[in-house]
């Protein structure tokens, strides 16, 4: 019975070694085939990548790591400068690698028609604005953009009223008190106050989801073949995803003066900005201060 017990502990302690053998085995071949073959540094995804996510939103959430070359799919990304002025137009799943072919510029994306509305702005207000080409970056604005939105206005101050530097209208202190003028003169009539002309940000970062006259890039060209981009129109339809107040003010700005788009980059500065008001230096800033 005794000899029987030690043969079977003697081949479980057999077969223990045998497959600790062959796991080293295994492993130090794993190694000497790594050693044969060169590796290079790609970029793959720490976390799952939605789609619409700008490279620039990237940083942490992507890392390098050794994989053999024979192992790289076409396209693979190996420098995250690469991913700049970019946005994901399919969903990457976390421990994939980043390919060329699923991060596009706007530009690729204009030749594509391929934006795809981002979570955060489903819910929001779709405002079309119609604008002269160079009130629309010369036409090269496309979805995907963030746009600061500009207003300029005319508009004759109540009169008795004053325009402080800070754009407020308050009672002018300096108004003379009304002469008493006889019954059926026109002596003592007010004139028309001038009129006044201010420009200032209505918004920071408004989210460009359709463009209709824009630029268009051109497609990727094959071997030997030419092709040429479409020019922008003389005037645009580009439709912007807002707050409902934010809509209300750029309809407002729309009936009553003129609208500009500038390009604002999400590392812009949000901080508000003075309204630069012209008229008369007594009563308003001079549009050159």
Do not use: C
């Not at 959430?61 to 190996?78: D, S």
């Not at 002018?172 to 003592?188: F, L, V």
Request: hydrophobic share 45%.
């Amino acid at each position: 019975m005794i000899r029987r017990v030690i043969a079977a502990v003697a081949a479980l302690v057999l077969a223990g070694v045998g497959v600790l053998l062959v796991l080293s085995y295994a492993g130090s071949a794993d190694r000497r085939a790594m050693e044969d073959q060169e590796t290079v540094e790609v970029l793959v995804a720490e976390v799952a990548i939605d789609q619409g996510t700008t490279g620039e939103a990237l940083t942490g959430a992507v890392t390098v790591r050794q994989v053999p070359r024979t192992f790289l799919p076409e396209g693979v990304l190996t420098d995250v400068d690469d991913l700049d002025g970019t946005v994901a137009v399919v969903d990457v799943a976390a421990g994939e690698q980043l390919l060329a072919s699923r991060f596009l510029t706007p530009e690729e994306l204009r030749s594509r028609d391929a934006f795809t509305l981002p979570e955060e702005a489903e819910d929001l207000h779709q405002l079309t604005v119609p604008l002269q080409n160079p009130r629309a970056l010369g036409g090269n604005i496309a979805p995907g953009d963030r746009v600061g939105v500009f207003g300029s206005f005319s508009f004759a101050p109540i009169p008795g009223y004053v325009l402080t530097d800070d754009g407020q209208l308050i009672p002018d202190p300096d108004a003379p008190a009304p002469d008493a003028t006889e019954e059926g003169t026109d002596e003592g009539t007010e004139e028309d106050p001038e009129e006044i002309n201010f420009t200032d940000l209505l918004m920071h970062k408004a989210l460009v989801v359709r463009v209709e006259g824009g630029y268009v890039a051109p497609p990727p060209a094959l071997e030997g073949e030419e092709v040429s981009a479409e020019a922008a129109q003389d005037s645009l339809n580009v439709t912007i995803a807002l707050e409902a107040q934010e809509a209300a003010r750029v309809i407002y700005a729309m009936d009553h003066g003129l609208v500009w788009f500038t390009l604002e980059p999400e590392s812009a500065d949000d901080e508000p900005i003075d309204a630069i008001v012209g008229g008369l230096p007594d009563r308003a800033r001079s549009v050159l201060e």
